[in-house]
């Protein structure tokens, strides 16, 4: 299996830390915050990885280079215009043309067993599986519906209703940690910016499965100064284990 880490933000919110730096470069104990995401994606046998870049993009290739130094091999597409979280993966979608693959947001620091998410992604025979949280801010996050099944029904609103059989609709948090099928992108439109949520509520008006897999483990987004200190407090705790 493949993967795509988003990583071609602005970080508007960081700033000032993010106008000489990328975010995905930010410090985060002994590696920057992209290569979290690299090493959970390499504790699952993902090696082969698209890189997305934009805002001071160069100094992530740069850091990054090959991945030969953690045992990966990384491809990147650069964007001179920001294609979104939808135009960003169409961008590149020939390389992910062999089968499902995984898409992390580079601003996450996520303690998640990929290798189970992909798994009940093909038990579902989803064409999409969302990484889900219980989370009492959800109304701040934007609110994902799911069936007692854990089937989702509705993306901030959009989508399709509950039925009796649905049993109760649950409101959980998306945590930007994805499995995709290489025909969840056939209605993206190319070459311009596109929000893969807008994506996945199309597909849900078609009658698409769309399955959610929800866990507890330690997640952090790190979005803002404040949540990029508590996760570097969390961090210097133990709170969260580093990746080796």
């Known amino acids: 299996m493949k993967a795509m880490v988003l990583a071609a933000g602005l970080g508007t919110r960081l700033r000032p830390l993010t106008l000489s730096l990328p975010k995905p470069l930010l410090p985060l104990g002994p590696y920057p915050l992209v290569v979290w995401n690299l090493l959970l994606l390499r504790q699952h046998g993902i090696e082969d990885v698209m890189i997305n870049l934009h805002h001071l993009g160069e100094q992530i290739r ?31 979608e020939t390389f992910f043309q062999d089968g499902p693959f995984l898409v992390v947001n580079g601003d996450t620091v996520a303690e998640l067993d990929l290798s189970q998410l992909v798994a009940h992604h093909r038990k579902e025979k989803a064409l999409a599986t969302m990484a889900l949280r219980d989370d009492p801010d959800v109304e701040s996050w934007g609110v994902i519906e799911t069936t007692q099944h854990d ?63 929800v866990f507890s483990g330690y997640w952090s987004d790190v979005g803002t100064p404040e949540r990029y200190a508590q996760t570097q407090r969390d961090v210097a705790e133990g709170r969260v284990s580093i990746p080796a």
């Not at 740069?62 to 990384?74: A, S, V, Y």
């Open 62 to 92: 740069q850091t990054l280079g090959d991945g030969l130094q953690w045992h990966m091999r990384l491809s990147y597409s650069h964007e001179p215009v920001l294609l979104g979280t939808g135009g960003g993966i169409k961008h590149v």
């Open 151 to 213: 089937r989702v029904l509705r993306i901030r609103g959009q989508g399709v209703p509950a039925t009796p059989g649905d049993g109760p609709v649950f409101r959980r948090l998306f945590a930007g940690i994805h499995v995709l099928d290489p025909l969840m992108l056939r209605h993206v439109p190319r070459d311009r910016s596109a929000s893969i949520l807008e994506t996945y509520v199309a597909w849900l008006e078609r009658g698409a499965v769309v399955a959610g897999y």
